[in-house]
């Protein structure tokens, strides 16, 4: 079993829909996670962190289920401009663990 | 504010040519440093990591090399390139402690050929 796993996808979404998804994690001694959002051949960039009680910012919702070990991403009425790549990370004594990431495709 | 910067943002290189990527963040000190590699269609693969001057950890043996000459300044490197070393290259950087997050340069991009 991998460290961490992502389903691949990709999610083809309609626009203005809610889709989520899960990133799920083997090591209970996981400390720290986080979402990274990557466009086509372009750097990975911090989308929000995932934080114990769960957090918001906008359309984005995090949530850590540690008893089930994985973390999710909620996104409210997508738009065009939310297709990537997302990619979760989980830090465990100072390594990062990545996920492979999860493609969306939001279409008109 | 920190910045990170990489470069070049793409080459093309034939096989057994040497390889030197640079990477330099500004606006803090003594970063963690990172090179990453992610292959086509691939996660993140994590080559080295460097926690000080001079201090680098190989994750994954290969033909690949690190350096970190100043604080702020990482290297990637190769003497002898091979076509399996195409791939996307990512520099990043994290504050000193567990847990913190990570900022990735802009990436270059490696074909050889």
């Known amino acids: 079993r991998k460290e961490v796993e992502q389903d691949p996808g990709p999610f083809n979404v309609p626009e203005g829909a809610t889709v989520a998804f899960n990133c799920t994690y083997s090591n209970s001694a996981s400390q720290s996670f986080f979402w990274y959002r990557q466009d086509c051949r372009k750097e990975p960039k911090l989308l929000m962190s995932v934080y114990s009680s769960g957090n918001e910012d906008g359309r984005f919702t995090a949530q850590l289920n540690r008893a089930s070990q994985y973390i999710s991403l909620l996104i409210r009425d997508s738009k065009l401009s939310d297709s990537a790549t997302y990619l979760c990370v989980v830090i465990i004594n100072y390594q990062l663990i990545w996920g492979a990431g999860t493609k969306l495709i939001i279409k008109p | 504010s920190q910045t990170i910067h990489q470069w070049p943002a793409t080459l093309v290189q034939p096989v057994g040519s040497p390889l030197s990527l640079e990477c330099t963040v500004e606006?803090?000190?003594?970063?963690?440093l990172y090179w990453y590699r992610q292959a086509a269609g691939r996660g993140l693969q994590l080559l080295f990591y460097?926690?000080?001057?001079?201090?680098i950890s190989s994750e994954v043996p290969q033909n690949l090399s690190a350096s970190r000459p100043q604080d702020r300044q990482f290297i990637l490197s190769s003497k002898k390139l091979l076509l399996s070393d195409s791939g996307f290259y990512l520099c990043?950087?994290?504050?000193?402690?567990?847990?913190?997050?990570?900022?990735f340069g802009e990436g270059s991009w490696l074909t050889v050929v």
């Open positions: 460097s926690v000080g001057i001079g201090q």
């Open positions: 606006g803090t000190s003594n970063p963690n």
């Open positions: 990043a950087w994290s504050a000193q402690g567990s847990g913190n997050t990570i900022y």
